[in-house]
């Protein structure tokens, strides 16, 4: 069985387009999994619901998730409330300042979706760097590695 690796990740300019082409880029590198990328206000609960894993990507806005994030969780929500706990999941931050509240946001509607955070959400935080594109296709590299060994 092909098992599906999907990331939904806001990228409103070319820094943070280039983030998640590495997380994608990192994800395809493995055999075996089937890679899915959407914005997030193109994915919906059905996109979740055929993955086995989820990265999610959000600019900081205003000390929070990109509202496009937030749509998405919004709409999400409730339909996949008691149908996908369990759900391996990571996160990435394009934060300009320090990122807690967003990253403290979108913890808490993991956590009330019950997903599993299978490592610890990369913030790339402050002015630019391009470092930050190579942690993100190991974000991506590591998340798809897990699915297709059956880690997570």
Not at 7 to 17: G, K, Q
Not at 27 to 44: D, F, K, N, W
Not at 99 to 104: F, V
């Amino acid at each position: 069985m092909t098992k599906r690796l999907l990331i939904v990740a806001h990228a409103p300019s070319d820094n943070t387009l280039a983030l998640r082409a590495a997380v994608e880029r990192g994800a395809r590198s493995e055999t075996g999994v089937e890679v899915r990328v959407l914005a997030p206000l193109q994915a919906g609960p059905d996109d979740v619901l055929a993955a086995q894993a989820i990265i999610l990507g959000t600019t900081e806005n205003l000390g929070y998730m990109s509202g496009a994030l937030k749509d998405f969780f919004d709409r999400s929500y409730n339909p996949l409330l008691e149908k996908t706990q369990g759900l391996p999941s990571a996160l990435y931050i394009r934060a300009g300042s320090d990122g807690t509240g967003t990253r403290r946001g979108v913890e808490t509607i993991l956590t009330g979706l019950r997903w599993r955070a299978v490592q610890e959400p990369l913030l790339c935080k402050g002015p630019w760097q391009e470092a930050f594109v190579q942690q993100c296709e190991e974000l991506g590299a590591a998340m798809a590695a897990g699915l297709a060994a059956g880690i997570f």
